[in-house]
């Protein structure tokens, strides 16, 4: 057998025996002898850090969930959200009867996530808005709508439950303690004011009359924060009875349908944190502060990684060929008890201290590991959470490979909370930023530090 043909064995053998290992941590761990089989393993490259903040907002317009509560972090500073939204007519030309007669008005509010102070109580209030969502508007997380006096509050406990629901075969069903608060007498008979009238016609009329709500927390530093589901369980319900008719009936107003709009505002105060200085578009070295970088859904606080000398593998080994190559993203120990990491990271090119964009004003990512995928958009990289060791990974075999062969330039990333959504068969997926202020605190020191773990072989 010559060497070429050896090499090209050996080099097949290496990536099938990475392949059989189950767990990332073990990868290489009997392949440092390169007299075995030519496989090399280095996790050295510096991986330089930093937090940096992001001068643009992200869209929070019409998610799948709204938030509403906050937290107090003294690490990244106490985070508010308030929710913004219209109300679904849920109808046209609503008639409640003769002379209809208020019982009550209530709002329910549905949610799926308790995050931060798990077990605090939350308050909120419910206002009127005093103008009304712009047509062609978009809406991000620092936008909000001017409303007035609060139409009721209320002060709940945000908690999972569960009940017997078969007790011969011990089945349980788990649940969310929902908020049911009563609003305003005089704002619900107004509603009922209006049976038969031009504001009850159709959705475009009512969404002129009653502008939308402001659901907001009372508290200065909220210590709990929900992901609200708008759907069919939030909704608003007017109870009535009407002419010498002693029912009660009902019709209920949904936060969604219809073309009702909402958004979430998301504020955060980091004063006495290490961050209180941080400018934005500006970068904070994880140096200055221990060796830590942050990330911050919502808010864009984000983090940097540059690894400076990638591309000058090959003038140190030689022809070489990437077998496996993957990041590893720790978690500072002690960070994450009550403030938990979000599950899932992206990746984006940097401009400077920015995400890149291409001309249509769409992120650009860094791709997961497809040869096919290195110079498209469509194939966004996972940095995914693994719990039991406490750190992020991802596996950027192609992307190193493509450095390496001059097809991709070794730019900046930087990191992003985010959500994936599967976008075919293909193995095509779309990625969108998380609006959940999910929070992680990354370290880079000599101790646990960030690596790239690259085992390759050599081909001359």
């Known amino acids: 057998m010559n060497s070429a043909v050896r090499r090209f064995t050996l080099f097949f053998f290496s990536l099938a025996l990475l392949a059989s290992c189950e767990d990332p941590s073990d990868i290489g761990l009997d392949l440092q002898d390169e007299n075995q089989i030519g496989t090399f393993y280095t996790d050295t490259l510096t991986i330089n850090s930093g937090t940096v903040l992001q001068t643009d907002s992200i869209l929070s317009f019409n998610q799948d969930r709204a938030v509403l509560g906050g937290y107090l972090d003294p690490v990244a500073g106490s985070v508010k959200a308030a929710i913004f939204t219209e109300l679904a007519l849920g109808g046209n030309d609503l008639n409640f009867g003769e002379n209809p007669l208020l019982d009550s008005v209530t709002l329910t509010l549905d949610y799926d996530l308790i995050y931060g102070g798990v077990g605090q109580q939350l308050s909120f209030s419910v206002h009127r808005l005093t103008e009304g969502f712009q047509e062609k508007a978009s809406y991000f997380t620092n936008s909000s709508i001017p409303y007035g006096s609060s139409l009721g509050s209320i002060t709940f406990k945000p908690e999972l439950l569960t009940e017997i629901v078969d007790t011969a075969n011990k089945t349980e069903r788990s649940f969310y303690r929902l908020p049911k608060l009563h609003l305003d007498r005089a704002f619900g008979q107004e509603l009922l004011n209006q049976s038969n009238k031009d504001p009850l016609k159709n959705q475009v009329k009512f969404s002129q009359y009653l502008k939308g709500l402001a659901i907001v927390p009372t508290e200065a530093s909220p210590r709990v924060l929900i992901a609200a589901n708008l759907g069919s369980n939030s909704k608003v319900v007017l109870y009535f009875k009407n002419g010498t008719d002693t029912t009660r009936k009902s019709h209920t107003f949904f936060f969604s349908g219809n ?8 504020t955060a105060d980091r004063t006495g944190t290490a961050l209180e200085n941080l400018q934005k578009n500006a970068f904070l070295p994880s140096e200055a502060v221990n060796g830590e970088t942050y990330l911050q859904s919502s808010t864009q606080l984000l983090t940097k990684l540059t690894i400076p000398h990638l591309d000058k593998l090959k003038e140190k080994y030689g022809n070489i060929v990437i077998n ?71 596996n950027l075999t192609a992307y190193v490979q493509a450095i390496l062969l001059g097809q991709l330039p070794n730019s900046s990333i930087i990191v992003a909370p985010a959500r994936f959504s599967a976008a075919g068969t293909t193995g095509a997926a779309s990625v969108s930023r998380e609006i959940v202020p999910y929070r992680a605190v990354l370290s880079n020191t000599a101790e646990r530090g960030m690596k790239l773990r690259i085992y390759f072989s050599k081909l001359d």
């Open 259 to 266: 073309g009702a709009r909402d958004f979430s505002r998301i």
């Open 324 to 394: 496996r190559a993957e990041l590893v993203l720790p978690i500072k120990n002690g960070t994450t008890n009550t403030i938990k990491p979000p599950s899932k990271l992206a990746m984006y090119y940097a401009n400077g201290n920015r995400i890149k964009e291409n001309s249509s004003g769409i992120e650009l990512t860094v791709p997961k590991d497809l040869a096919f995928a290195v110079n498209s958009n469509n194939y966004p990289a996972e940095l995914t959470y693994n719990t039991k060791l406490n750190q992020y990974t991802v």
